[in-house]
């Protein structure tokens, strides 16, 4: 089996994931640093897989591990071993973990968050406003990234305050450009600001996620203070990094298919396929990391052998023409019907994909309707991806929004 390298740089995910594609179902590929795993690549295996018990997620499972192959300051050690949360267990923890996370991240619960959306949305649109209308503007960095980023953190009740140092400590954290001597400190820099956090909420209890995990520890749930602090990294991680990443493919997608974007401001397309479409064709997450075979498994006319590391690439499922047909590689907003897994699927589903969808189908047609006009203010081959393999993330999305409707230019 033919190894792929992954870039580091993502300077071609399209044609990356193409590779992946054609060497699958199963694939083996070299992470950057050097470590090697095995990538499924076609959407019914990764379905399979997905829901498979023999796929755990205890890194003790990894021989490369279990033989000290991997380095404490890997650049993506804190994606492969993060801490024990509902990521990195199974069975009845994982349900035990699971379950106080879903409780508050339900549709009905998500729902009541709406009028928050909205506000916060229709604040950063008249921010945007005040820019002159033909200067360009990263719109990744004024509209995609506030939104999510306070309404995870409102939810989580982390304070404004603590917004910059998260996002540069997450810079690093994704990146696999981060230098190998600045991760063990990244890693604890984490670690003390969401335990000061979680200390915080223990002496000042609020109607938030953070405080509810606190309150089922002390009543009989048994969360660990470990458990709490990593629970509570991983959702802000996950829950604005995913939908930045969406609105921006959004965006994307629309300006590069102007006959689809005609169709959807008219009201011919929905904004529910539009974002649908993106999650599948552009995926925000591109590949999971990791998970572990605790016996050989048949993965189409390959073997995921005992002991190895496993990927879920997301990106490459994604247009994957067995599940999707000769058009997968095509963006189609009226795509029926268009049963992608890019949030997962079965019993680590992500549990947040209503509260990105809910975002996602707020943010955009109120920004769409209040710049109808909207273009790129480069050509779409100019965009980049940044150094990020788990994330399919832009550094920036400059557009011009011309003149905010209702407002003569």
Avoid at 49 to 65: E, F, G, M, Q, Y
Avoid at 132 to 150: I, T
Avoid at 300 to 318: H, N, R, T, W
Avoid at 377 to 389: F, Q, T
């Amino acid at each position: 089996m033919t190894r792929i390298a992954l870039d580091p740089f993502v300077s071609d995910l399209d044609g990356e994931s193409a590779a992946l594609r054609a060497a699958g179902p199963l694939a083996e590929v070299e992470l950057p640093g050097g470590v090697h795993v095995y990538a499924v690549t076609h959407h019914a295996e990764a379905r399979a897989l997905l829901t498979d018990s023999r796929v755990v997620k205890d890194i003790n499972v990894w021989n490369a591990w279990r033989r000290g192959e991997i380095p404490l300051d890997w650049p993506l050690i804190g994606l492969a071993n993060p801490g024990r949360s509902m990521l990195t267990v199974d069975g009845a923890d994982h349900r035990r973990l699971r379950t106080l996370v879903a409780q508050a991240l339900t549709v009905r619960r998500v729902e009541r968050l709406r009028a928050g959306i909205e506000a916060l949305t229709n604040a950063s649109l008249e921010k945007l406003a005040s820019h002159p209308a033909g200067e360009p503007v990263d719109l990744k960095a004024e509209f995609a990234y506030p939104l999510p980023m306070n309404v995870i953190s409102e939810l989580m009740g982390v304070d404004a305050a603590d917004h910059p140092r998260l996002k540069e400590l997450f810079e690093k954290f994704f990146s696999t450009q981060t230098p190998p001597e600045e991760v063990p400190q990244m890693m604890a820099d984490l670690g003390t600001l969401f335990t000061k956090i979680v200390d915080d909420k223990r002496a000042n209890p609020g109607d938030d996620l953070t405080s509810a995990l606190i309150a089922a520890s002390e009543n009989g749930d048994h969360l660990t203070d470990e458990e709490i602090v990593n629970t509570l990294q991983l959702i802000i991680a996950a829950g604005h990094e995913t939908t930045i990443s969406l609105i921006v493919n959004v965006v994307e997608a629309l300006q590069t298919h102007p006959e689809q974007r005609k169709k959807v401001l008219n009201g011919e397309i929905g904004w529910d396929g539009v974002i649908e479409e993106t999650l599948r064709w552009n995926t925000p997450t591109s590949h999971v990391l990791i998970r572990f075979a605790t016996e050989d498994i048949e993965v189409g006319d390959k073997v995921l052998p005992k002991g190895e590391g496993l990927i879920v690439s997301f990106a490459a499922l994604g247009r994957d023409e067995r599940q999707y047909g000769p058009t997968a590689g095509e963006f189609d907003a009226t795509r029926t019907p268009n049963r992608h897994i890019a949030f997962g699927h079965g019993p680590h589903v992500c549990p947040g994909a209503a509260l990105s969808r809910l975002e996602a189908g707020i943010a955009l047609p109120a920004l769409y309707e209040k710049f109808p006009e909207l273009e790129l203010a480069v050509p779409a081959s100019e965009l980049r991806n940044k150094p990020i393999v788990t994330q399919n993330d832009l550094y920036e999305l400059p557009v011009r929004l011309g003149c905010p409707f209702g407002h003569e230019g």
